[in-house]
């Protein structure tokens, strides 16, 4: 039972933060490992691996509500989108544009979406008990999910991509941590109460607070070419963004009577619970950092 002001009498808060901070340093370590030392296609198994994982969980929520995924369609796509754009960009010719090159890996993304639609379709037209919900969710676990997160893999390819991924990552990680530390002791002004009572305002603000710092320092230790003012844009960007994939998420469960998406992360649930953030992060930061290259004359 929580309180008005967002504590709990057993003490619980402190201990579920712990679980929580130690499951994310830990998740985030092994991605950071596989960002900085693994390249691009080891980084693009991983992507794959989590999207499988993520996927699985959306279409296990669906099915709660008698819908009926194809899900060897969907994870099959998923787990091909990362990996064969990841391939894509390692076998696209050197350039000093690295833009080119990740648009390059451009392909293997679109590709395979194009291919799991002409497929969920066929499925669609050949067996009678499929209905359009079917289809329609089958395909947008897949976007939702992989389409987006794929933009990590894509991310790697600009200049810098390594540390911008990672700063990508961390940014993600200090928000929901601080969100978490700040909201869950001092939240007074709830964020959304309908679609998740535990969300405020004072941990949006610090989380918001974090995810900006991590982008400012981006500039001062990173060649990018951007501005100051662009990176701190930018890291606004990305804290809305972690809020609304998180929120949508919160809305998906709360829609079908979920509480979690999995259990396999101590303090998160699943991996859903775990990257719905990073899944609207991923393309919010990509883009970002494109447009901000196209404006200021940055060779991304």
């Given at each position: 039972m929580t309180q008005v002001d967002g504590t709990h009498p057993s003490g619980r808060p402190m201990k579920d933060f712990s679980i929580r901070a130690v499951s994310a340093i830990l998740l985030g370590t092994a991605q950071l490992v596989a960002v900085i030392w693994g390249g691009t296609l080891w980084w693009g198994v991983v992507i794959a691996a989590i999207a499988v994982m993520a996927t699985t969980e959306f279409y296990a929520i669906t099915r709660s509500e008698h819908r009926k995924p194809n899900e060897v369609f969907g994870l099959i796509a998923v787990a091909t989108m990362p990996v064969l754009t990841a391939w894509y960009l390692t076998s696209a010719p050197r350039a000093a544009d690295r833009l080119a090159v990740a648009q390059h890996g451009l392909l293997g993304l679109t590709g395979t979406l194009a291919?799991?639609?002409?497929?969920?379709?066929?499925?669609?037209?050949?067996?009678?008990?499929?209905?359009a919900s079917d289809t329609a969710i089958t395909v947008f676990g897949v976007v939702y999910v992989g389409f987006t997160l794929t933009h990590l893999v894509l991310m790697r390819e600009l200049d810098s991509g390594t540390e911008l991924v990672v700063a990508t990552i961390v940014s993600v990680w200090l928000n929901d941590i601080l969100a978490y530390a700040v909201g869950s002791p001092f939240g007074r002004h709830k964020l959304a109460?309908?679609?998740?009572?535990?969300?405020?305002?004072?941990?949006?603000?610090?989380?918001?607070?974090?995810?900006?710092?991590?982008?400012?320092?981006?500039?001062?230790?990173?060649?990018?070419?951007?501005?100051?003012?662009?990176?701190?844009?930018?890291?606004?960007?990305?804290?809305?963004?972690?809020?609304?994939g998180d929120l949508a998420e919160s809305r998906l469960k709360r829609e079908t009577g979920v509480k979690d998406s999995g259990r396999l992360l101590p303090g998160h649930g699943g991996f859903l619970d775990r990257f719905d953030s990073m899944i609207m992060v991923s393309v919010v930061s990509f883009y970002m950092l494109v447009l901000g290259g196209l404006l200021f004359g940055v060779a991304r």
């Open positions: 291919a799991l639609v002409v497929a969920a379709l066929v499925w669609h037209l050949v067996f009678r008990q499929v209905t109460p309908h679609i998740s009572p535990q969300k405020s305002w004072e941990g949006l603000i610090a989380g918001t607070v974090g995810t900006v710092a991590v982008w400012i320092a981006v500039g001062f230790t990173t060649q990018t070419g951007l501005p100051l003012a662009w990176l701190a844009a930018t890291g606004l960007a990305i804290s809305a963004a972690a809020v609304l």
